[in-house]
């Protein structure tokens, strides 16, 4: 492999998707080519930061609501139920406000 791998490939490799001859052009690639160890270091980095990550991270419900309707453009899947819809900040406060108050 005279050419750099593509990122992809870099990431199969990392993620121990590369199997027989390709792992072994990889391999051989690597051991002689410091920018793709940099880029596949690199791609090490932020698997394993971003994989910390996920359990501290909250979604807003306008954002899980926003990505629920893009997955699912015709509509409702048989036997599920629709999210509610997300309710404005401002109904919130004014809500919460009349409940503190009695």
């Given amino acids: 492999m005279t ?11 990392l993620d121990l998707r590369l199997a027989g001859s390709a792992r072994l052009e990889v ?4 051991a002689a080519c410091e920018i793709c160890r940099r ?10 930061r971003l994989a ?3 359990s501290s991270l ?4 306008e ?5 629920r309707r893009l997955l699912d ?3 409702q899947r048989p036997g599920t139920t629709a999210p509610p819809p997300a309710e404005p900040p401002e109904a919130r406060r ?3 406000f009349a409940w503190w108050r009695g």
Avoid: C, F, N
Wanted: hydrophobic residues 40%.
């Fill in 3 to 13: 050419a750099h791998p593509p990122l992809g490939i870099l990431q199969d490799a």
């Fill in 27 to 30: 391999d051989a690639h690597l």
């Fill in 39 to 48: 880029q596949l270091h690199a791609l090490r980095w932020t698997k394993v």
């Fill in 52 to 54: 910390g990550v996920g």
């Fill in 58 to 61: 909250v979604m807003p419900s």
């Fill in 63 to 67: 954002l899980e609501t926003e990505i």
């Fill in 73 to 75: 453009p015709q509509g």
């Fill in 94 to 96: 004014r809500r919460w």
